[in-house]
Structure formats: structure tokens, C-alpha cells
């Protein structure tokens, strides 16, 4: 019989070939006649542009064709913000794909060079000449919205792009009746996505046919066909995306760039192929970065630990340009989720939104959840060390008790289903939380600083219900699809709309699949990421790749079940209700040797020799899934630290990471995220951050200055979970891709701040490097 | 990452090298390249052409001499840090060869072009400066040798002549019944050392004989700590020993103490007591 592998951890199918290097990227794919384009970059984080003299360029070797913001101006429609957040006051100043007459950021394109390979490119960009008069620079998100700033639109007064308010309860009388308060300004610095795979486009005019084909590193093809088609006027129907083997994006492959628009501009221009790919430095200087948030934030509660309001202001950082979604990203999945886990009846918060100068910011992992993770689990900590009770107590008093159908928050949403004490517990009990707390004693008699830090969350994601999407101004709809079609063999092709670049869903959706109607993962194959091939979907983001583009694939493979069993009666002459399906085969009830499996009912609806009257041939059903909610998944981090106050190093030593994601399809896929996230968010608690001087240069502007985390800086994360399903979900499923970084900056950073108390040490900013450790230690000692 | 335009030549012997960069001007040696080709690919340095050394056979391997390890200039770090002739000799060295960067660097990056680079912050300067190596180079006028200490000259700036290739590194075999150490503060993002410190310690009835102690990354180059070597020769090298040899060596420091957005100079200053300190102790440690 069929083995039952929905919910066994089996190897992923994608693997073999990503690891032996049998896949193709973009970048690896040459057309015949292929040319290559290379963009020049303006060095200055922001200047006007006196004059581009691309007369040097001219018959140089291979070079084919030099354009500036001159050519593209006029033909090339701006790049669109597709997230239109309401009741904010949003301004959304033009953002030219190649800058005419102003740069913004360092990177911000300036013409681009088509030659016969990628070296003539590079070597024609050295001979433009571009004078340029250097006007003054903010970087800071918080100095940007004041007066006085350096005005970087000039259609947006004090940078300040939007104000979006949020507030449940009554925040001041909270405050003002509070026994207790803490505060405190946390930066989230910029993050760099540091994908494997840097962008790269490759676009195929075909001037006699007017078809636009456009290979791209796309998390979501279909949209970066719509937006294609708004920026270069190709009607939709004659844009075809392709997003071949993608090696990640972290939410820095949403966006829709004016690199995609340049290349397709230049394919149009000369009616050949033409290809551009990102270098690292470029990746790092333009492709979106993350967070950048500075939050003046506040907490009240009783003088017994409850927690009676909060409330934030939050200076966010979106860059030079809005990019496609990134007014979404500090509002609706951050503001939205101040409550966390906890029960907080009054909770405001005011959320600029303001332009700097620096690369555009949009989602990335996480994207808004572990902003307010953050501030949410630092505040709590405040006040456990102020009331001097174990950080866990403050926690378990607050906690929202279990429920399995819906939960409403003082933001304005509805949770699923929580069960915040059981991952708690769980991860304490594995943690050995009171022999850590004994260790930590002993170790401070012997003069050495080990702390111990929680981080608590809930997360939303499956985003999400359309109407909602249109509610909160997401100019789009966040439904998926998926065409399950079985082949006269028995083997099924599964078509979506999402696009995996990493996650795990060739193999997730073939169990889901194999576990509806029984046939093998082996016999299904998962098809993703071109728009003429796969029905309509809105991407793969946000954690809801498994949560709304399985469910649709769910769906759509019930359909498929019920249908066999209307062939299955029809052949065994029995009326469809005493049809009885288990493990592959359908049978009359009672009966289970007078049988037909799915293979042959496959067989008999695409031969259609015996079909029931009515019944059309053919087995192969779609589905289109719009969730009814969000998903909420949750969970409990716990990291061990030590510290060495000489040097201001933190050593991470422990990590326990115990999530709730619902119903698990694949528990090694749902391991493998929680360690890739865990490692996503220690990063910035310890190590990684954007660095911009005054000037906006880019000083960690490569691997020698960007830590990334490294293996060998890391201990072994341990991973639990516990399974709370969504009551909403066909499958109970929630969705994990970015739980673990969402709660371990927070459990990090705690854990350091945990050693440090007893140094008089109560706050530094991250990444928490040695020397600043060193220095907040020094201070500390030598009074402050 | 696209280079510009160069012209490559293979050296088939030493002479052959000698006269190719002769022939070209401006021309830059290639060897494990890992330090030369990441500045070509981001265009800081565009030599006109380019003479590979990498397969002169007479440049590679490792080899014991009378008290001295000979280490030929093409040998990657992870050879010298798997030598049993060069832990048995000098284990400063192949401490300090398997703390370079990460495998795949030591697996290409060769002893001679990681030194005639100078960077400030690379842990082989600093041990060989410890050691009292020096190196051989051939040039147009023949063969002449320099010291470790002698051998840079500022910062990325070395007294290799235009034309001349870095041959051999001669290490002097550490003293009988000596310990040394290096240890080492690395950049999390680059593995270059934004400190490193090494130490080299031997007694003789019970009182320190003899002390080196080289400290990499906080200056233009690395150097030897006379301050901290004074205070420890002749002592007994208890822990006040040690504590006071360690504090000597911020006075060793000059004007030019570097500085980047990770470790500013004064931060980079206050930990060189701090890794002498734990490089003497482990140096103690290891004595026998």
C-alpha cells in the first residue's frame, strides 16, 4: 500500500539537483543573439545631475547601444508602490527606472550600456561622464522627519511619506493610571538579504509577434507580469515571466525593480535578447534591504506585572524610492501585531513612514513581525527587570490563555487559535530553564556573565483574504491557485500560482497530494513559476506559500476525489454514498476487494470509454483559495549567552526553539526553516548591519564588512514544536518560513542584556559587536 | 564582479618571472590569488598584465633544515598548517597558518603572496615577525634576503623590489622546552584578524631565557612589543609577570593605531593588552 507521507519528514525532491548544481538559474540561461547590459550607478547618495556625456562610449569595442534617463523618459512609465496603505496621507513621488535629472542613493541608475559581453559593458560605463552637483544627505529614518531635514522629494514635506496611526483602548489613561512604566528607543538597523542567487533579468523583445518575455528572479511571477506590463505599456497578455530556479530572495525578490524595466527596455529598443545580472557589490547597494526602524517605545502595567497599554512611535525607514510593497511592511505586519502573545488592552502606536537616503527598504524575512517582536519582548523584559521578577512570570501573567477558535486583540485583528503557555512550557522543560538560572548564579561567583533571554511571539501570516488585502490597500489579491491534473498513467502534474524558491514545495505539495488520494510523491510533479504555464497567484511570501497555495491544492485535489468516487460507483455499480475511499482506493462499502484505485479511475476518465451520463471527461480540477483569515502561528525561543566583559564578546551557546505552525506537512522541511530563520534573526542581535556614513556611502558594502552568521558561530539550535491547528485551514496548517527569525533577535538580545544587568548595563544598540559591549560595559563601570 | 582587461603570462622558473616582470611594466605576480584577484574584480587595482607563478615547481614544498624550516612561497596555508615538520619545529606557525581565514582561503592562499600583500591585519606577518623569519627574493640583480621585521614597509607596502619574487620564508626552529601562542580577535565578516597576538616564551631555571611578542592588526604593520619583552625577560613568569608585560605593550604603540567601522583605534588599543595577556598565558601553558 501507499505509504502515508503527509506529515513525514521525507527528503526534499528539489535537493539532488540543487545541490549537484543541476539547476538553472537565471543567469544561466544564453539565448542566441544574447547581448548584455551593465547599469552606471551614481556614486553620490544624492546630487543633481548636471549633464551625462555618453559621447566616450561611442564605437568603443561591442558596444551596441548607451541609453540615459533621457531615452527611457516618456517610454517607460515610473516604478509603481503596489501597497497603498489608507487614511495616511501616502505620497508616492515619481521613481524613474534611470534617474534624469536627481540621484537619491548610491546605486541609483543613470544609463545603461548593451554590448556583446558583460566586460565591453563594464569597460564603456568607466568612459560616461556625468557631472553632478552633490546636494546634502540624511540617513537616519528619525533625522529625516525633522525639520530642516534635506528634502530628498520635492513633493514630500519633511520626507515624511506616511503617518498611519493605530489605536485600541485608551493609551493615555493606561499610562496615566499605570503603577509602573518602561521605555525605551530601540534601532532596528538596516539588514542586506544576501541572497545566494543575486538578481539577474534576462528580456526577449520579439518586435514582429509584440511578445515580452522576461526571465526573472522573481518570488512572484505573475505579479512581475502585471507590473511589467503597467511600466513598459506590453499589454498583460503578451508579457510572459518566467521565474526559472530561483536561489532565494528573503523578500528582496518581490519587489519589481527598474533593473527588469531597463532590461526589457533595452531588448525592446534593439530587438534582441538582452541580459542583466547583479554583481554583489551592486546586490548590496541597490536590491532592497530590511527593517531600519527607529522606536520610541513604552509600556505600562500594574505593580504585580500586568501589562495595562502600550505605545510607540516608529521612525521607518523606507530608503530613496517606495518600493512595491514596502508601506505595508512597518503598518498593516507590525503596527497590527503589537500585541504579541499577550493580552494588552490598550495598545497606540504611530508609524512614520519617511524616505532617506539609502537603498529602498521592503520586506525581508519577517518583514514588520520581528520589528514588533522586538520591541514588544525588549518592553517586557524592562519591566520584569523592573518589578525584579523572572522575565518568564511577567510573561505568563500577560499571556492570552489557549483557544481553539478566534481571538480578538486590542490592534484590531482576530487570532486563530494560540496555545502560548504549552510552547512555553515545552521549551523551558527542554531548556532545563531552572538549571540554567542555577548555572548563571554559579557562573556570576566566578566573575563570568552568562545570560539567558525569551522571546515569545505571534506572527501573522497566510496572507491572506483578499478583501482585507483591499482594505489595507494592497493594490492586488492575495488568493492562490492550483490545477491538480492526473495523467491517463496515474501521474499528476500539480500547477501553481506561487513561486518556491527555496521552501521546500515540490516536495510539501506532492504530500499533500499523495495524502488526499493516496497516490505516490514520486508520481506527482510540482510546476511553478511561469506565467503561461501556471494559473493566476500572487506569490511566495509572507509564509503563505504552504498555507494559501496548498490549501488551493488541497481543494482542488478534494475535487478531484470527489469526482473519482462518482466514476468509482458508476464502474462498481453502486450509488456514489456507499463509496468508501481509503489509501488509494475507492470501494463499495464493505467491500473492500471490488475496488478501484485513483490509477485506474485516471485511466478510465482520460480514455472516457464508461463515463456516467453527464459526467465530462478528463481528471484534472482547479482551485481557486481565498483564506477566510490570516494565520497565526507561535511559539517560545530561549538562547544561552556568555559573555566576556574584557573584550565585550558574546559567545550564543545554547539555542532552544519550540514553534507552533499548526499542522506540519514535512516536520524535517519545518526543522530546516526554523534553523535558517534562528540564524536570520541572531544575526542582526550579534552581527550583521547596513552601515551608511553621513555621506550615505555604503561602508559594508561587501562580504569583508557584512558578518553574515557562520556555522562556526553558532551552537546547535535545538527544535520542538507543538501543533495547534488552524481552525480556518483545510489542512490545520499555519506556516513556519519565518517564525525563527521573528523571535530569536528578540531571545538574543535578551539573553545579552540578561548577562550584562548585573554590570549595570541596561541597553545597546545592535548588532551587539564587541566593542560596543566593551564600551556600554566601561561606561557602566565607570558611572555611566 | 568583472575585471579589466589584463594580459597573463605563465612563469615556467624563477628567471623566467624575473624577466617577465621586467618586460612589463606595471605588471602584478599571481599566485594563489587571493588577495590580487578580488581587488582586480572590483577594479581598485587593474594591472596591465599578469605573471602567474603558480606552477614553478623550485617555489613550492616544504622542507627542515639546520634549525629552520624552509617554506617555499607557493605553499598554501593549509599545507604549513598540516606540516609535520612545521608543527614539530615552529607550531606558532601552523597555529597561526590554520586560523587564516577559512578552508577554501588556505586551501589556494599561498605563504609568499599573503605576505607580500602586508596587510596589516593577516596573522602570518605577525607569527613570522615573532619568529625572526626571513625571506628570500630573487630579482634582477640576483638573490638577497630580508627580515620579517624589515619586510613591510607601511601599510600594504613592502621592500620587495619591482622586479623581484619572494622565493623562501626561513623560519628559525622554535627553542627546545619553549611554548608559544597565537591567539587571535577575528573580524567576523572578513576572518582577518582585527587583533592578533603571539608569543613566543623560554625559561632556563625557572626565569624567562627569552620572550618575543609580535602583535598584528593595530598598526600599519605588525610588530614586535620591546616594551612587553623587556618586562618579561629575566622574570619568573608568574601571572604578575605576565600582567605587567601585557600592560607594557600599549606604550609600544604609536600615532597611527588603525581604525575601521567594526574596531575603532582606541578599542583596538585597550585589547592588546588583553590577547597579549591571553597569548603569554597560553605560551606559558605550553612550555616543557
Known amino acids: 500500500m501507499t505509504m502515508r507521507v503527509f506529515g513525514s519528514g521525507i527528503r526534499r525532491r528539489e535537493d539532488p539537483r540543487l545541490i549537484t548544481g543541476r539547476a538553472s538559474y537565471t543567469d544561466d540561461i544564453k539565448l542566441q543573439g544574447m547581448a548584455h547590459a551593465a547599469i552606471l550607478r551614481s556614486p553620490y547618495a544624492h546630487a543633481r545631475i548636471r549633464s551625462v556625456d555618453t559621447s566616450g562610449v561611442e564605437g568603443q569595442p561591442g558596444v551596441l547601444a548607451v541609453f540615459t534617463g533621457e531615452d527611457t523618459d516618456g517610454v517607460l512609465n515610473g516604478i509603481p508602490c503596489a501597497w497603498l496603505i489608507p487614511e495616511s496621507d501616502l505620497k508616492t513621488p515619481d521613481h524613474p527606472a534611470i534617474a534624469k535629472d536627481r540621484v537619491r542613493y548610491v546605486g541609483d541608475a543613470v544609463a545603461v550600456v548593451v554590448a556583446e559581453s558583460r566586460y565591453e559593458a563594464e569597460d564603456a560605463l568607466e568612459r560616461i561622464e556625468v557631472d553632478y552637483e552633490p546636494l546634502e544627505v540624511v540617513v537616519s529614518p528619525r533625522e529625516a522627519a525633522q525639520d530642516g531635514a534635506p528634502q530628498i522629494h520635492d513633493d514630500v514635506p519633511n520626507n515624511v511619506a506616511f503617518t498611519w496611526a493605530l489605536a485600541g483602548g485608551d493609551t493615555d489613561e493606561a499610562f496615566s493610571n499605570a503603577d509602573v512604566t518602561v521605555g525605551d528607543t530601540i534601532m532596528l538597523q538596516r539588514l542586506i538579504a544576501n541572497a545566494m542567487e543575486p538578481r539577474s533579468a534576462i528580456a526577449q523583445w520579439v518586435g514582429p509577434t509584440g511578445d515580452l518575455t522576461l526571465w526573472s528572479t522573481s518570488q512572484n511571477p505573475h505579479i512581475a507580469r502585471f507590473l511589467t506590463s503597467v511600466v513598459t505599456g506590453v499589454p498583460e497578455h503578451k508579457v510572459r515571466v518566467i521565474a526559472p530556479e530561483v536561489g532565494g530572495g528573503f523578500g528582496s525578490k518581490i519587489p519589481y525593480y527598474p533593473d527588469e524595466a531597463v532590461t526589457a527596455f533595452c531588448s525592446m529598443k534593439l530587438g534582441i535578447p538582452v541580459k542583466w545580472t547583479e554583481t554583489r557589490s551592486e546586490d548590496y547597494q541597490i536590491t532592497t534591504q530590511g527593517r531600519d526602524h527607529v522606536e520610541e517605545v513604552e509600556m505600562a502595567a500594574t505593580s504585580d506585572g500586568k501589562i495595562t497599554g502600550l505605545r510607540t512611535t516608529v521612525y521607518a525607514g523606507l530608503g530613496a524610492y517606495l518600493s512595491t510593497a514596502s508601506p505595508g511592511i512597518p503598518t498593516i505586519l507590525h503596527g497590527l501585531m503589537y500585541s504579541g502573545p499577550y493580552d494588552i488592552p490598550n495598545i497606540s502606536g504611530t508609524i512614520y513612514g519617511v524616505f532617506n537616503n539609502g537603498a529602498p527598504v521592503d520586506a525581508y524575512r519577517g518583514a514588520g513581525r520581528p520589528e514588533a517582536t522586538m520591541l514588544i519582548e525588549r518592553l517586557v523584559d524592562l519591566l520584569a527587570a523592573k518589578l525584579d521578577v523572572d522575565p518568564v512570570e511577567v510573561r505568563r501573567k500577560n499571556f492570552i490563555p489557549a483557544f481553539e477558535d478566534g481571538h480578538d486583540v486590542a490592534t484590531g485583528i482576530t487570532y486563530d487559535s494560540g496555545d502560548y503557555n504549552a510552547t512555553l512550557d515545552i521549551c523551558l522543560d527542554a531548556a532545563d530553564y531552572a538549571s540554567l538560572r542555577a548555572r548563571q548564579a554559579d557562573a556570576r561567583k566566578e566573575g563570568r556573565h552568562v545570560g539567558i533571554g525569551v522571546g515569545t511571539y505571534v506572527e501573522i501570516c497566510g496572507l491572506g483574504p483578499s478583501q482585507v488585502a483591499g482594505a489595507v490597500g494592497f493594490q492586488g489579491g492575495l488568493w492562490e491557485s492550483a490545477i491538480v491534473r492526473f495523467h491517463p498513467t496515474g501521474k499528476v502534474n500539480v500547477m501553481v500560482g506561487s513561486s518556491p524558491h527555496g521552501q521546500g514545495e515540490e516536495t510539501t505539495f506532492a504530500q499533500i497530494v499523495a495524502g488526499e488520494v493516496g497516490v505516490d510523491v514520486d508520481d506527482v510533479e510540482v510546476i511553478h513559476g511561469d506565467t503561461d504555464i501556471t494559473p493566476m497567484g500572487w506569490g511566495t511570501y509572507g509564509s503563505r506559500t504552504t498555507a494559501v497555495s496548498g490549501a488551493a491544492v488541497a481543494v482542488a485535489t478534494r475535487k478531484i476525489k470527489e469526482k473519482s468516487k462518482a466514476l468509482a460507483a458508476h464502474l462498481l455499480e453502486a450509488a456514489a454514498e456507499d463509496i468508501e475511499y481509503e489509501g488509494g482506493r475507492f470501494f463499495v462499502r464493505g467491500s473492500p476487494d471490488q475496488h478501484k484505485t485513483i490509477q485506474d479511475i485516471a485511466l478510465m476518465a482520460n480514455?472516457?470509454?464508461?463515463?456516467?451520463?453527464?459526467?465530462?471527461?478528463?481528471?484534472?480540477?482547479?482551485?481557486?483559495?481565498?483564506?477566510?483569515?490570516?494565520?497565526?502561528?507561535?511559539?517560545?525561543?530561549?538562547?544561552?549567552?556568555?559573555?566576556?566583559?574584557?573584550?565585550?564578546?558574546?559567545?550564543?551557546?545554547?539555542?532552544?526553539?519550540?514553534?507552533?505552525?499548526?499542522?506540519?506537512?514535512?516536520?524535517?522541511?519545518?526543522?530546516?526553516?526554523?534553523?535558517?530563520?534562528?540564524?536570520?534573526?541572531?544575526?542582526?542581535?550579534?552581527?550583521?548591519?547596513?552601515?551608511?556614513?553621513?555621506?550615505?556611502?555604503?561602508?559594508?558594502?561587501?562580504?569583508?564588512?557584512?558578518?553574515?552568521?557562520?556555522?562556526?558561530?553558532?551552537?546547535?539550535?535545538?527544535?520542538?514544536?507543538?501543533?495547534?491547528?488552524?481552525?480556518?485551514?483545510?489542512?490545520?496548517?499555519?506556516?513556519?518560513?519565518?517564525?525563527?527569525?521573528?523571535?530569536?533577535?528578540?531571545?538574543?538580545?535578551?539573553?545579552?542584556?540578561?548577562?550584562?544587568?548585573?554590570?549595570?548595563?541596561?541597553?545597546?544598540?545592535?548588532?551587539?559587536?564587541?566593542?560596543?559591549?566593551?564600551?556600554?560595559?566601561?561606561?557602566?563601570?565607570?558611572?555611566? | 564582479m568583472y575585471a579589466s582587461q589584463t594580459t597573463y603570462h605563465r612563469a615556467g622558473s624563477v628567471s623566467e618571472a624575473v624577466r617577465l616582470l621586467s618586460e612589463n611594466e606595471g605588471a602584478k605576480i599571481l599566485a594563489g590569488g587571493h588577495s590580487l584577484i578580488p581587488l582586480m574584480k572590483l577594479r581598485l587595482s587593474s594591472p596591465e598584465a599578469l605573471v602567474d607563478i603558480g606552477r614553478i615547481e623550485s617555489l613550492k614544498g616544504i622542507t627542515g633544515k639546520d634549525g629552520a624550516v624552509c617554506i617555499g612561497a607557493l605553499a598554501t596555508h593549509a599545507e604549513i598548517a598540516s606540516s609535520d615538520v612545521v608543527s614539530e619545529r615552529v607550531p606558532l606557525l601552523a597555529e597561526a597558518a590554520g586560523k587564516v581565514g577559512d578552508p577554501a582561503v588556505r586551501n589556494r592562499g599561498t605563504i609568499g603572496g599573503n605576505v607580500s600583500h602586508a596587510d596589516p591585519s593577516s596573522d602570518l606577518p605577525t607569527v613570522l615577525t615573532a619568529l625572526d623569519a626571513s625571506y628570500c627574493v630573487t630579482g634582477p640583480g640576483g638573490e638577497r634576503t630580508i627580515a620579517a621585521a624589515d619586510f613591510a614597509t607601511g601599510l600594504l607596502e613592502t621592500a620587495l623590489g619591482e622586479n623581484e619574487v619572494l622565493t623562501c620564508v626561513c623560519v628559525p626552529s622554535e627553542p627546545s622546552g619553549s611554548g608559544s601562542a597565537y591567539v587571535k580577535f577575528s573580524h567576523p565578516a572578513s576572518r582577518y584578524a582585527v587583533l592578533g597576538a603571539a608569543a613566543v616564551l623560554t625559561a632556563d631555571g625557572g626565569r624567562c631565557s627569552s620572550a618575543s611578542v609580535a602583535i598584528g592588526g593595530v598598526e600599519p604593520m605588525a610588530a614586535r612589543s620591546a616594551s612587553a619583552e623587556a618586562a618579561l625577560a629575566g622574570s619568573d613568569l608568574s601571572d604578575g609577570a605576565l600582567d605587567a608585560a601585557a600592560a607594557a605593550v600599549c606604550g609600544d604603540f604609536g600615532d597611527n593605531v588603525l581604525e575601521d567601522i567594526f574596531a575603532s583605534s582606541e578599542y583596538r588599543k585597550a585589547m592588546g593588552p588583553v590577547y597579549v595577556r591571553r597569548a603569554l598565558c597560553e605560551a606559558r601553558a605550553r612550555m616543557g
Open chain 1, 607 to 784: 480514455v472516457a470509454w464508461d463515463m456516467p451520463e453527464g459526467m465530462e471527461p478528463g481528471l484534472e480540477a482547479s482551485a481557486f483559495y481565498d483564506p477566510p483569515n490570516f494565520t497565526y502561528p507561535f511559539g517560545a525561543h530561549l538562547a544561552v549567552v556568555e559573555v566576556d566583559a574584557q573584550t565585550g564578546h558574546v559567545e550564543l551557546q545554547q539555542y532552544y526553539a519550540v514553534d507552533d505552525c499548526g499542522v506540519q506537512i514535512n516536520p524535517m522541511i519545518v526543522e530546516g526553516q526554523v534553523h535558517g530563520g534562528v540564524v536570520q534573526g541572531a544575526g542582526p542581535a550579534l552581527w550583521e548591519g547596513a552601515v551608511y556614513d553621513d555621506d550615505g556611502q555604503l561602508l559594508t558594502g561587501s562580504m569583508l564588512d557584512y558578518a553574515l552568521p557562520r556555522a562556526d558561530l553558532l551552537p546547535e539550535i535545538e527544535v520542538l514544536s507543538n501543533t495547534t491547528p488552524s481552525p480556518h485551514h483545510p489542512l490545520g496548517v499555519k506556516g513556519i518560513g519565518e517564525a525563527g527569525t521573528i523571535a530569536s533577535t528578540a531571545a538574543v538580545y535578551n539573553a545579552v542584556m540578561d548577562a550584562l544587568r548585573p554590570l549595570g548595563v541596561s541597553g545597546v544598540d545592535m548588532p551587539l559587536t564587541p566593542e560596543k559591549v566593551w564600551r556600554a560595559i566601561n561606561q557602566s563601570q565607570n558611572g555611566g
